[in-house]
Protein backbone atom coordinates (compact mmCIF):
# COMPACT_ATOMS: atom_id res chain seq x y z
CA UNK A 1 0.00 0.00 0.00
CA UNK A 2 1.50 3.35 -1.19
CA UNK A 3 2.18 5.50 1.60
CA UNK A 4 3.49 9.30 1.54
CA UNK A 5 5.09 11.23 4.66
CA UNK A 6 6.18 14.90 4.77
CA UNK A 7 9.21 15.92 6.39
CA UNK A 8 10.63 19.54 6.79
CA UNK A 9 11.40 22.33 9.46
CA UNK A 10 7.78 23.11 11.45
CA UNK A 11 8.88 26.98 11.92
CA UNK A 12 10.76 29.08 9.15
CA UNK A 13 11.48 32.69 9.49
CA UNK A 14 9.55 35.68 7.49
CA UNK A 15 11.38 36.15 4.04
CA UNK A 16 13.05 32.85 4.47
CA UNK A 17 12.43 29.75 1.99
CA UNK A 18 10.76 26.69 3.26
CA UNK A 19 11.58 23.35 1.83
CA UNK A 20 9.02 20.35 2.33
CA UNK A 21 10.02 16.53 1.50
CA UNK A 22 7.88 13.76 0.93
CA UNK A 23 9.13 10.41 1.16
CA UNK A 24 7.40 7.79 -0.71
CA UNK A 25 6.88 3.90 0.31
CA UNK A 26 5.27 0.89 -0.83
CA UNK A 27 5.76 2.05 -4.65
CA UNK A 28 7.87 3.65 -7.15
CA UNK A 29 7.87 7.29 -7.86
CA UNK A 30 9.12 7.05 -11.54
CA UNK A 31 5.71 5.47 -13.13
CA UNK A 32 3.94 7.41 -16.14
CA UNK A 33 0.93 6.80 -14.39
CA UNK A 34 1.23 8.86 -11.88
CA UNK A 35 2.16 12.56 -10.54
CA UNK A 36 3.01 14.71 -7.51
CA UNK A 37 1.60 17.36 -6.03
CA UNK A 38 1.61 19.19 -2.87
CA UNK A 39 -1.28 20.99 -1.55
CA UNK A 40 -1.94 23.36 2.06
CA UNK A 41 -4.36 24.21 4.12
CA UNK A 42 -4.54 27.17 6.58
CA UNK A 43 -5.51 26.68 9.40
CA UNK A 44 -9.43 26.92 9.53
CA UNK A 45 -9.42 27.70 5.91
CA UNK A 46 -9.65 25.46 2.82
CA UNK A 47 -7.14 23.58 0.71
CA UNK A 48 -5.26 25.22 -1.92
CA UNK A 49 -3.35 23.44 -5.13
CA UNK A 50 0.55 24.74 -5.03
CA UNK A 51 1.80 22.75 -7.29
CA UNK A 52 2.61 19.34 -9.37
CA UNK A 53 5.59 17.28 -11.18
CA UNK A 54 4.97 15.00 -13.65
CA UNK A 55 6.62 11.88 -14.69
CA UNK A 56 8.26 13.53 -17.91
CA UNK A 57 9.64 16.41 -15.25
CA UNK A 58 7.25 18.97 -16.48
CA UNK A 59 5.88 20.87 -13.66
CA UNK A 60 2.88 23.11 -13.35
CA UNK A 61 2.28 26.08 -10.38
CA UNK A 62 -0.71 27.58 -9.04
CA UNK A 63 -0.38 31.36 -10.61
CA UNK A 64 -0.34 32.88 -7.37
CA UNK A 65 2.70 31.27 -6.07
CA UNK A 66 4.30 30.23 -9.27
CA UNK A 67 7.43 33.05 -8.46
CA UNK A 68 7.82 31.52 -5.51
CA UNK A 69 7.53 27.81 -5.72
CA UNK A 70 9.84 24.94 -6.70
CA UNK A 71 8.55 21.11 -7.03
CA UNK A 72 11.33 18.65 -7.69
CA UNK A 73 11.91 15.35 -7.89
CA UNK A 74 14.49 12.66 -6.60
CA UNK A 75 14.13 9.27 -7.88
CA UNK A 76 17.18 7.73 -6.55
CA UNK A 77 15.33 8.58 -3.03
CA UNK A 78 11.81 8.10 -4.10
CA UNK A 79 11.28 11.29 -2.57
CA UNK A 80 9.60 14.55 -3.72
CA UNK A 81 10.00 17.97 -2.32
CA UNK A 82 8.94 21.48 -2.15
CA UNK A 83 10.32 25.02 -1.85
CA UNK A 84 8.98 28.14 -1.37
CA UNK A 85 10.78 31.31 -0.71
CA UNK A 86 10.03 34.55 0.82
CA UNK A 87 7.69 33.37 2.66
CA UNK A 88 5.30 35.68 5.24
CA UNK A 89 2.92 34.55 7.81
CA UNK A 90 0.38 33.88 4.86
CA UNK A 91 2.44 30.89 4.21
CA UNK A 92 1.42 28.98 7.82
CA UNK A 93 -0.26 25.99 6.77
CA UNK A 94 -0.71 22.33 7.11
CA UNK A 95 1.19 21.08 3.59
CA UNK A 96 0.01 17.81 2.04
CA UNK A 97 1.97 15.79 -0.72
CA UNK A 98 0.04 13.79 -2.37
CA UNK A 99 -0.26 11.01 -5.69
CA UNK A 100 -1.94 12.13 -8.52
CA UNK A 101 -3.19 8.99 -10.87
CA UNK A 102 -3.91 9.64 -14.29
CA UNK A 103 -5.87 7.32 -16.43
CA UNK A 104 -6.42 7.85 -20.19
CA UNK A 105 -9.60 7.57 -21.79
CA UNK A 106 -9.98 6.64 -25.43
CA UNK A 107 -11.54 10.25 -26.26
CA UNK A 108 -10.29 13.25 -24.46
CA UNK A 109 -7.75 13.66 -21.72
CA UNK A 110 -6.67 11.47 -19.11
CA UNK A 111 -8.90 12.10 -15.99
CA UNK A 112 -6.63 12.38 -12.94
CA UNK A 113 -7.30 12.93 -8.90
CA UNK A 114 -5.03 12.89 -5.80
CA UNK A 115 -5.05 9.85 -3.79
CA UNK A 116 -3.55 8.91 -1.47
CA UNK A 117 -2.45 11.77 0.72
CA UNK A 118 0.07 12.17 3.09
CA UNK A 119 -0.89 12.82 7.01
CA UNK A 120 0.45 16.83 6.64
CA UNK A 121 2.78 18.47 8.23
CA UNK A 122 2.26 22.23 10.16
CA UNK A 123 4.73 25.25 8.83
CA UNK A 124 4.65 28.17 10.59
CA UNK A 125 6.30 31.43 9.66
CA UNK A 126 7.56 33.45 12.42
CA UNK A 127 10.44 35.57 13.84
CA UNK B 1 -8.32 30.28 -14.06
CA UNK B 2 -11.11 27.98 -13.65
CA UNK B 3 -12.73 29.00 -10.60
CA UNK B 4 -14.81 26.32 -8.71
CA UNK B 5 -17.35 27.37 -6.58
CA UNK B 6 -19.30 25.05 -3.54
CA UNK B 7 -22.57 26.15 -1.99
CA UNK B 8 -23.40 26.58 0.72
CA UNK B 9 -20.62 27.17 3.21
CA UNK B 10 -22.46 24.99 5.30
CA UNK B 11 -25.17 23.00 6.35
CA UNK B 12 -26.73 20.97 9.50
CA UNK B 13 -28.37 17.76 8.96
CA UNK B 14 -29.67 14.78 10.65
CA UNK B 15 -28.27 10.97 10.84
CA UNK B 16 -30.35 9.54 8.21
CA UNK B 17 -31.01 12.70 6.18
CA UNK B 18 -30.83 13.34 2.36
CA UNK B 19 -27.56 15.80 2.37
CA UNK B 20 -26.99 17.51 -1.21
CA UNK B 21 -23.76 19.66 -1.83
CA UNK B 22 -23.37 21.60 -5.16
CA UNK B 23 -20.36 22.86 -6.92
CA UNK B 24 -19.96 25.31 -9.90
CA UNK B 25 -17.24 25.36 -12.49
CA UNK B 26 -16.32 28.95 -13.79
CA UNK B 27 -16.21 27.22 -17.45
CA UNK B 28 -17.27 23.98 -19.03
CA UNK B 29 -15.11 21.19 -17.22
CA UNK B 30 -16.84 18.14 -18.84
CA UNK B 31 -17.00 15.72 -16.35
CA UNK B 32 -13.24 16.55 -14.56
CA UNK B 33 -14.57 16.32 -11.32
CA UNK B 34 -13.21 15.10 -8.17
CA UNK B 35 -15.36 15.33 -4.21
CA UNK B 36 -12.65 14.77 -1.56
CA UNK B 37 -13.98 14.24 2.51
CA UNK B 38 -11.74 15.79 5.10
CA UNK B 39 -12.30 14.98 9.06
CA UNK B 40 -10.77 17.45 11.65
CA UNK B 41 -7.03 16.61 11.83
CA UNK B 42 -7.04 14.55 8.96
CA UNK B 43 -5.61 14.72 5.34
CA UNK B 44 -8.67 14.76 2.32
CA UNK B 45 -9.52 11.16 1.54
CA UNK B 46 -10.93 11.04 -1.65
CA UNK B 47 -14.84 9.79 -2.67
CA UNK B 48 -15.26 10.47 -6.11
CA UNK B 49 -13.13 11.13 -9.46
CA UNK B 50 -14.64 12.03 -12.93
CA UNK B 51 -17.86 13.13 -11.59
CA UNK B 52 -19.41 10.14 -10.96
CA UNK B 53 -17.35 7.44 -9.89
CA UNK B 54 -17.20 6.27 -6.76
CA UNK B 55 -13.65 5.24 -5.50
CA UNK B 56 -13.20 1.27 -4.23
CA UNK B 57 -14.27 1.36 -0.44
CA UNK B 58 -16.46 4.36 -0.23
CA UNK B 59 -19.88 3.54 0.73
CA UNK B 60 -22.67 3.73 -1.64
CA UNK B 61 -24.30 6.30 0.09
CA UNK B 62 -22.12 8.85 -1.40
CA UNK B 63 -22.42 9.16 -5.17
CA UNK B 64 -21.55 12.34 -7.52
CA UNK B 65 -23.30 13.71 -10.57
CA UNK B 66 -23.17 16.70 -13.28
CA UNK B 67 -21.13 17.74 -16.31
CA UNK B 68 -20.53 20.89 -17.69
CA UNK B 69 -20.31 23.95 -14.84
CA UNK B 70 -22.91 22.34 -11.94
CA UNK B 71 -21.94 19.04 -10.27
CA UNK B 72 -24.08 17.70 -7.32
CA UNK B 73 -22.20 15.56 -4.33
CA UNK B 74 -25.06 13.31 -2.87
CA UNK B 75 -25.48 11.67 0.59
CA UNK B 76 -28.60 9.48 0.25
CA UNK B 77 -29.17 8.65 4.35
CA UNK B 78 -26.37 10.71 6.33
CA UNK B 79 -24.56 8.57 9.10
CA UNK B 80 -22.55 9.70 12.37
CA UNK B 81 -19.05 9.31 10.42
CA UNK B 82 -20.40 11.49 7.61
CA UNK B 83 -19.82 14.62 9.53
CA UNK B 84 -16.96 16.53 7.63
CA UNK B 85 -15.94 19.01 5.33
CA UNK B 86 -16.23 18.28 1.92
CA UNK B 87 -14.32 19.75 -1.25
CA UNK B 88 -14.66 19.43 -4.88
CA UNK B 89 -11.73 20.06 -7.22
CA UNK B 90 -11.73 20.38 -10.63
CA UNK B 91 -8.77 18.64 -12.78
CA UNK B 92 -9.58 19.58 -16.36
CA UNK B 93 -6.75 21.93 -16.31
CA UNK B 94 -3.32 21.18 -14.98
CA UNK B 95 -4.38 23.92 -12.31
CA UNK B 96 -6.02 21.39 -9.95
CA UNK B 97 -8.57 24.68 -8.09
CA UNK B 98 -10.68 23.32 -5.14
CA UNK B 99 -13.75 24.79 -3.66
CA UNK B 100 -14.34 26.55 -0.61
CA UNK B 101 -15.47 23.43 0.97
CA UNK B 102 -18.68 22.17 2.74
CA UNK B 103 -19.05 22.04 6.03
CA UNK B 104 -21.93 19.44 7.35
CA UNK B 105 -22.42 19.54 10.86
CA UNK B 106 -24.83 17.52 13.21
CA UNK B 107 -28.01 19.35 14.31
Known amino acids: QLQLQESGPGLVKPSETLSLTCTVSGGSISSSSYYWGWIRQPPGKGLEWIGSIYYSGSTYYNPSLKSRVTISVDTSKNQFSLKLSSVTAADTAVYYC???????????????????WGQGTLVTVSS | DIQMTQSPSSLSASVGDRVTITCRASQSISSYLNWYQQKPGKAPKLLIY???SLQSGVPSRFSGSGSGTDFTLTISSLQPEDFATYYC?????????FGQGTKVEIK
Open chain 1, 98 to 116: ARGVIVVVPAGSPYNWFDP
Open chain 2, 89 to 97: QQSYSTHGA
Open chain 2, 50 to 52: AAS
